[in-house]
């Protein structure tokens, strides 16, 4: 177990991931569930163990849209969305670890695809 | 006439011209002026919730910023530019620590706390304009016409910080669709992502998500679907295979006050 990881996670996330009661409601609403190998209430219990390096070399944490469905659902009020957020700024803060990069987007384009996708992507993807 | 300060986003400059131009013809019939800041920057799409981000938060503290030294409230039309602004007004009224290195960073004359009240352009509609007020001008209405409402996700969550409408059975498009003479579709997925920005990264989860909003929407009878959000627009029309047109909200405002030709369909 990583700590400094972990105390970074909960930090910039601001999250208290000891209120979650494990319903598993975060991830029933989940409009992502099918396509993550981790799952919303698993980024929050795996937080709290520690295990933060799996959901970081997981795909999972760029499977998240950010749809706040978990933040406004959760009846304890954890916000997991907020969990997967730092997790994922976790892994793409590290040298070379950009999951997105500006010589892939002409091939991604096409005639209607609005700016705002391609600004929230390297939001989401890149540092 | 009320002033606010109007701010349009990266993508109504340039994919959504539509959602801008009958924005901008509307409030102008409505008795609204809309001034827009003379520089201002892309909101970057998503609010990034981590405390430790803060750069990725200047943007919007411009924007908030300059409608504070014009003295007017902020208006915007895109659901993205709305969520990011509205949760960057929060965190920067609350957070004491984020608010500070913020601060740091712009070196205003005067600090930013949180001073701008923010609207949405529906929000401004409903409650500077007035539904009624919109009824008694509207001119073509739009008579028989079944129209879904799309919400998304960014229009109203989270609904502590957006403030705008009930999250989980919201009203407010659904009466802007009755101001200007439609009949409200009511349908499950309407508050539903429609996969947004992961169409870069995973086409196929688009599909589904869009397609599952779309096949819902016609589930209960719709004969268009309306949406403020230029990405949901895409998704919904190039993501889902439905044949049902999608329209941003303006621009059925605009038909419905005589402002534009008829879409024919």
Not at chain 1, 49 to 78: Q, W
Not at chain 1, 83 to 103: D, F, K, M, T, W
Not at chain 2, 18 to 25: E, F, G, H, M, N
Not at chain 2, 174 to 179: V, W
């Amino acid at each position: 177990m990583n700590k400094n990881l972990k105390e970074q996670v909960l930090r910039s996330s601001g999250v208290n991931v000891l209120k979650c009661m494990r319903c598993g409601k975060c991830s029933g609403t989940c409009p992502s569930y099918d396509e993550m190998e981790y799952h919303p209430h698993q980024f929050v219990y795996m937080v709290e163990k520690g295990d933060i390096d799996t959901l970081m070399n997981s795909n999972s944490v760029y499977k998240c849209l950010t749809c706040f469905a978990c933040v406004e659902r959760c009846p304890r009020g954890v916000e997991p969305a907020k969990v997967v957020e730092a997790v994922r700024l976790a892994a793409v803060r590290q040298q070379g670890s950009n999951h997105l990069s500006p010589v892939q987007i002409p091939d991604m384009l096409d005639e209607d695809l609005p700016q705002q996708a391609i600004v929230t992507a390297f939001r989401k993807y890149a540092k | 006439m009320k002033t606010f300060t109007y701010y349009p986003g990266c993508t109504l400059r340039t994919k959504a011209k539509d959602l801008d131009a009958y924005a901008r013809s509307c409030a102008e019939a409505l008795g609204i002026a809309l001034e827009e800041p003379a520089d201002w920057q892309c909101c970057g799409g998503a609010y990034t919730t981590a405390k430790d981000e803060i750069a990725t938060k200047l943007s919007a503290v411009r924007t908030l910023n300059a409608a504070k030294q014009a003295g007017n409230p902020l208006v915007t039309v895109c659901s993205a530019c709305h969520n990011v602004i509205k949760q960057t007004n929060y965190d920067i009224s609350r957070d004491e620590d984020m608010a500070q290195k913020v601060n740091n960073y712009l070196k205003l004359d005067e600090a930013y706390t949180g001073e701008t009240t923010v609207y949405h352009y529906l929000e401004m509609l409903r409650d500077v304009v007035g539904f009624d007020n919109i009824k008694s001008k509207v001119t073509k209405p739009l008579k028989g016409k079944k129209i879904a409402a799309y919400y998304g996700c960014l229009l109203l969550r989270p609904a502590k910080i957006l403030a705008m409408d009930n999250p989980e059975n919201p009203t407010i498009m659904e009466d802007f669709i009755k101001a200007i003479g439609g009949t409200p579709v009511i349908y499950a997925q309407r508050n539903e992502c429609c996969g947004g920005y992961i169409t870069m990264e995973d086409k196929a989860q688009a599909v589904k998500r869009s397609s599952a909003v779309m096949n819902s929407a016609a589930d209960m009878g719709a004969d268009m679907v309306i949406t403020a959000c230029p990405l949901c627009l895409y998704n919904l029309k190039k993501n889902s295979g439905s044949q049902i047109p999608v329209y941003y909200f303006t621009e059925l405002l605009a038909e419905a006050l005589g402002l534009k030709e008829d879409t024919n369909e």
